[in-house]
């Protein structure tokens, strides 16, 4: 939602601001722009007594001819073997100087009464005109919308872009003032998912790479991407657009989508380093040992998430995608955790010593055989 102000001329102004309407729907990218603050225009038409008495005419006389000759028609239409051509009239008057050309009578002698002759048109505002103002001068109000089949953020972009042209075109007399921007919260969210991700991604690295083995870690940390690339399949399928709702379940859910990843991994890392198994013999008996369990908690997880689809009422039209979101994330990231993972870690050199837990055990023998010999 933005402000328009400027030109102390309500008739400047609003030509202005229609064009910059205009240029806004033409873009194609956007099909709901609605404005306040611009009453429509009246057209005065003063007539004197003296002229109707004199030329034997009525105030009904002057109210039939404005409105038989102040209108458009359609005449039907004719039907050929390549088209279909539509026969219309276009006889609306939209300037005063056309309404004076109104013809009200005319006599058999040839003279014609015009509006122009008895009358005195004038264009102007209404009297009881509703206005806005913006910092104490008067203003337009512009309301753009957007729906599920546009582009917020490119819809921001665009109005942005062209209220800047629109300032430099007029040299300053007009001005553009945006006070609400829904772009605010989803670009926020949005930074705010991306740092999520990253510090997720960051901490599952660097601490399965300590304690287990930094090729485990980023096999394991690889189920955060490839869970979210499945779940934006499925949301582009379903007809789910990036909103705050889904960002909402994406921000809910990065933090759960490796879970499953980190107690199978550490249970093939456990059968391969303490039972000294096959790669893979230790993906296929880990996973085994591991499965029940981290099946159950995951599907426990999504039965959590299934009352959103029974909201009603405003609220249920909505955060239904929350669900959906983290229900299909989840879903992802178990069918990674007990299918994807074990083949990475059992076909790669994930199962290899780790250098850091080499040291951290010889520098352990050491102490305990110094205490010993101590």
């Not at 039907?76 to 109104?102: C, F, M, P």
Request: overall charge negative.
């Amino acid at each position: 939602m933005l402000n328009v102000y400027g030109p102390e001329d309500l008739f400047t102004l609003k030509k202005i601001v229609s064009d910059f309407r205009d240029d806004l729907l033409r873009t194609g990218k956007i099909s709901n722009v609605f404005w306040w603050g611009v009453p429509s225009r009246e057209f005065s038409i003063e007539v004197s007594p003296e002229d109707l008495i004199r030329n034997k005419l009525t105030i009904e006389d002057i109210s039939r001819a404005i409105r038989n000759s102040n209108l458009n028609l359609s005449s039907g239409s004719v039907l050929t073997d390549q088209e279909e051509i539509l026969i219309r009239t276009y006889n609306k008057k939209y300037n005063a100087i056309d309404l004076e050309g109104v013809e009200i009578t005319s006599s058999v002698d040839g003279k014609k009464i015009r509006l122009s002759d008895i009358c005195t048109v004038k264009e102007q505002w209404p009297e009881n005109r509703f206005y806005s103002e913006y910092n104490g001068r008067q203003s337009v109000g512009f309301n753009v919308m957007y729906n599920n089949n546009e582009d917020v953020v490119e819809i921001v972009q665009i109005v942005e872009n062209l209220a800047g042209k629109y300032e430099q075109k007029y040299a300053g007399m007009v001005k553009f003032n945006t006070f609400i921007k829904e772009t605010d919260d989803l670009q926020e969210r949005i930074q705010l998912m991306t740092q999520n991700g990253l510090l997720g991604l960051a901490l599952v690295l660097v601490l399965l790479s300590v304690f287990l083995n930094s090729r485990l870690s980023f096999w394991v940390a690889l189920g955060i991407p490839i869970s979210l690339l499945g779940m934006f399949f499925v949301l582009w399928l379903l007809g789910i657009t990036i909103n705050e709702m889904s960002l909402f379940g994406i921000i809910l859910v990065i933090g759960i989508l490796v879970d499953d990843g980190i107690i199978i991994g550490e249970s093939i890392y456990t059968q391969w380093r303490k039972h000294g198994k096959s790669p893979i013999q230790s993906a296929v008996d880990g996973t085994k040992d591991v499965m029940k369990p981290v099946a159950i908690s995951i599907i426990t997880t999504m039965v959590a998430f299934t009352p959103y689809f029974f909201f009603y009422g405003m609220l249920g039209k909505y955060v239904w995608q929350i669900a959906a979101v983290v229900i299909i994330s989840l879903g992802f990231s178990l069918i990674e955790a007990l299918i994807i993972l074990p083949a990475h870690i059992a076909h790669s050199k994930a199962l290899t010593e780790n250098k850091v837990i080499m040291f951290y055990r010889v520098l352990e023998k050491i102490l305990i055989s110094y205490l010993i010999l101590s």
